[in-house]
């Protein structure tokens, strides 16, 4: 397999100008980035999350959505933060009544939450803790539903309108693999799912919907949560080739930032032909493939037929500079 890489780091500039979007669970990782780059190309940014200084969310992190916009906002763009429990339908209709009475459009919608936070590891579904389960598939998914069932009569008042789920897997890897456990499973495939139901349904709106896998993101919370940095990431990975259950483990080399899915998102909303993607399944990688865009650092990371690879092939025989 050869090399997948180019030498441009910089993402290509497209043209959002005129453009509403909205994106929510924006206060980080994938969220914060999309944002970002969406407002980076012109367009207007709504961006939620439930973290604010005053309130911090049940994530325990310091990230806030306040900060997001704020990073937007000195970078030249234009951004609207607002908490919002998307939980709370009466919430979100309010702040679908906001966008509408500010602009009268809504041209980018997405749905972002992950509800990852709240994954118990190894336990079967009758070990589940039930209540925590539900919160996952609510936090992951009824999220997801609860945006679009109020956000989509004003998205289709336009045409050109572009939904995107992001979730975890794409369609043709989750059809094969069990997704950790059944509460998990259910949520990620429950969001590619809801985007191949809309988009049939955004059709003769000439709208589009589309999910979008990233590959093994490097957020903030997996860096935290694996006790390396931007700096050190890869050589910690590296150092545990061909060893098991160690943190990071070996496919971690295979990571990429929040910014290449960010900057796959950016492209397909600038595409005039982005119909041509309706109803899809696709992946940061895809996308990065499609548009000749990359990583920050020039790669292109394949994390999918890297970690496939991995099922079959001895992780000591696999370089991860042919995946990227």
Known sequence: MSARSTSAAASPRFDLSG????????TR??????????????????????????????????????????LISDAGGTAHPVIVDHLEIEAVRALIARIDENHGRLDILVNDIGGEAYVEFGKALWDYDLAAGKKLFDTGFTTHLNTSHSALPLLIRNPGGLVVEVTDGTRRYNASHF?????????????DRLAFAQGHELAPHGGTAVSVSPGWLRSEMMLDGFGVTEQTWRAA????????????????????TPAMLARGITALAADPARAGWNTRSTSSFELAQHYELTDVDGSRPDAWSFITEMETTDAAQLEASQYR
Not at 19 to 26: D, E, S
Not at 45 to 58: F, I, M, N, Q, V
Not at 179 to 191: G, I, M, S, W
Not at 237 to 256: H, L
């Open 19 to 26: 453009r509403v979007a909205l994106v929510t669970g924006a």
């Open 29 to 70: 990782g994938a969220g914060r980035a999309i944002a970002r780059e969406l407002a980076g190309a012109g367009a207007v940014l709504y961006c939620t999350g439930r973290s604010s200084p005053e309130a911090p969310s049940d994530y325990g992190r310091s990230e806030t959505v306040e900060e997001t916009a704020r």
């Open 179 to 191: 997704r950790e456990n059944a509460f998990l499973d259910l949520t990620k495939t429950a969001v």
């Open 237 to 256: 990975a590296e150092a545990n080739r061909g060893k098991t259950e160690v943190v990071p483990p070996y496919e971690f080399v295979i990571s990429e």
